[in-house]
């Protein structure tokens, strides 16, 4: 089971800063990647961030650079994304999900939260 949970409120202003951790139970994110998505309304679904287990590689979406930072802490069995100096473009809801570091489809899903970012 993946848990997503989030850290401030579900609107923020263009510029500030918010925090996604993605609880992981059920089984261990050790020799999991995991990544963040989101999909934004009449949009696909977009891979912003991902993390691998062993080298801990990371990989960001163009439009997120910059300014999104995935992390993970195995022992918590937690993935973040902290994200800074968020645009209203980044309005959407967002989605972790984890996958074998051997396979390239993700299996593990969280459930989704709004971020909504206006003035």
């Known amino acids: 089971q993946v848990q997503l949970v989030k850290s401030g409120g579900d609107l923020v202003q263009p510029g500030g800063s918010l925090r996604l951790s993605c609880v992981v139970s059920g089984f261990s994110l050790d020799y999991y990647a995991a990544g963040w998505f989101r999909q934004a309304p009449g949009q696909e679904r977009e891979n912003i961030a991902c993390?691998?287990?062993?080298?801990?590689?990371?990989y960001y979406a163009d439009s997120v650079n910059g300014r999104f930072t995935i992390s993970r802490d195995n022992g918590k069995n937690t993935v973040y994304l902290q994200m800074n100096n968020l645009k209203p473009e980044d309005t959407a809801v967002y989605y972790c999900?984890?996958?074998?570091?051997?396979?390239?489809?993700?299996?593990?899903w969280g459930q989704g939260t709004q971020v909504t970012v206006s003035s």
């Open positions: 999900a984890a996958r074998l570091d051997s396979l390239s489809v993700f299996e593990y």
């Open positions: 993390i691998n287990s062993t080298d801990r590689s990371t």
